[in-house]
């Protein structure tokens, strides 16, 4: 079982930055591929990072290449999520998720069904 906490949301003007944090439980950490989704209002949830066991691989949406960096410190439990340059249309509530490294390997997993554990979500609002 992983329990995933995050944190760092906010309100942001157009261009700025914000880094989410996402704390995970339990000793196992490292066997997971760690991730980001975001939900939009009136959208669906949708893909924006993950990152392999032991940091080696990362995947971005398209969406956010280039914009966001996603990172994880197995030492602290933690993944990261860098977002600069932001954009209104990067305006939701941001999810932290966690994959059975084993599951998908070598791909990284980019659908909700793929995920076994989600975070409550941190909101991230960014003003034109």
């Known amino acids: 079982q992983v329990q995933l906490v995050e944190s760092g949301g906010g309100l942001v003007q157009t261009g700025g930055s914000l880094r989410l944090s996402c704390a995970a439980s339990?000793?196992?950490?490292?066997?997971?591929?760690m991730g980001w989704f975001r939900q939009a209002p009136g959208k669906e949830r949708e893909f924006v990072a993950a990152i392999s066991w032991n940091g080696g691989s990362t995947y971005y949406a398209d969406s956010v290449k280039g914009r966001f960096t996603i990172s994880r410190d197995n030492a602290k439990n933690t993944v990261y999520l860098q977002m600069n340059s932001l954009r209104p249309e990067d305006t939701a509530i941001y999810y932290c998720?966690?994959?059975?490294?084993?599951?998908?390997?070598?791909?990284?997993?980019?659908?909700?069904?793929?995920?076994?554990?989600w975070g409550q979500g941190t909101q991230v609002t960014v003003s034109s």
């Open positions: 339990g000793r196992t950490f490292s066997s997971y591929v």
């Open positions: 998720v966690a994959s059975w490294s084993g599951t998908y390997y070598p791909r990284l997993p980019t659908k909700t069904n793929e995920y076994d554990y």
